[in-house]
């Protein structure tokens, strides 16, 4: 769905190699769905939560897992309620909860060619929103800022959010890592006061920039990842 967008040399390598998807599936009951901060916080815990998964590491997920990596990092979320909740519980995964919000991530699976229970599960429109706007965030937590400038359904910002805590995963030193999971991926979705967004982007801090393949411009910057970690280190 999107990527971080490190060059076209990068770029020519990712078009080149089979190309997988990370599915994450959001529960959006009709008569309560999830609050659209819930669920930005669950899926970018549930990639998290994928990664460090044993399965993952050193398991039954790991071939699928390197093989997506090893493409665009694409993700793609999805919406269920009723029975097709209870059918994308049935399949291998890994379920999430963030406040109000429920989520489902599951391995990797090729672009075209995805499990029936999951492939029918409405992809495009999937839009949420706050009851309450959140409060700020705790300044020794992990943020992640998404661009105020730009207009995503809840759906979309989930995959960026995603992208983005995965590649501050990626930059972390290994006792941050742990100290991380160990909090069970303590984490805040925001977005960025428009004030602060140009400071943000040139920080050095990771920061994901969306191919195009749906709803904004190629090359847009759609997100950064703001973890303590990574300045207290001196990486950014």
Not at 116 to 126: M, Y
Not at 197 to 203: C, D, E, I, R, T
Request: aromatic share 6%; hydrophobic share 45%; proline share 9%.
């Amino acid at each position: 769905m999107s990527t971080d967008g490190t060059g076209p040399d990068a770029a020519a390598h990712w078009d080149e190699v089979p190309q997988f998807a990370l599915p994450l599936v959001v529960r959006a009951e009709r008569a309560e769905p999830p609050g659209r901060t819930d669920a930005l916080e669950a899926a970018a815990r549930a990639v998290l939560v994928f990664l460090t998964d044993p399965r993952t590491v050193d398991g039954e997920w790991t071939e699928r897992a390197l093989a997506w990596q090893d493409g665009r990092i694409r993700k793609v979320v999805r919406r269920a309620r009723g029975a097709g909740w209870t059918r994308a519980l049935a399949l291998p995964g890994i379920t999430v909860i963030s406040g109000s919000a429920e989520l489902r991530v599951y391995p990797p699976v090729p672009v075209d060619h995805w499990p029936a229970d999951l492939a029918r599960l409405q992809v495009s429109g999937t839009d949420l929103t706050d009851e309450v706007p959140p409060d700020d965030p705790d300044p020794a937590a992990p943020v992640l800022w998404l661009n105020p400038g730009l207009e995503m359904t809840a759906g979309k910002a989930m995959a960026q959010v995603g992208h983005a805590a995965q590649l501050a995963w990626w930059r972390l030193p290994d006792e941050a890592r742990a100290k991380w999971q160990a909090s069970g991926f303590d984490l805040a979705v925001r977005t960025a006061p428009a004030a602060r967004w140009a400071g943000l982007l040139a920080s050095g801090l990771p920061v994901v920039r969306d191919a195009g393949f749906t709803e904004i411009e190629p090359g847009s910057c759609t997100a950064v990842a703001d973890h303590p970690a990574l300045r207290a280190s001196g990486i950014v």
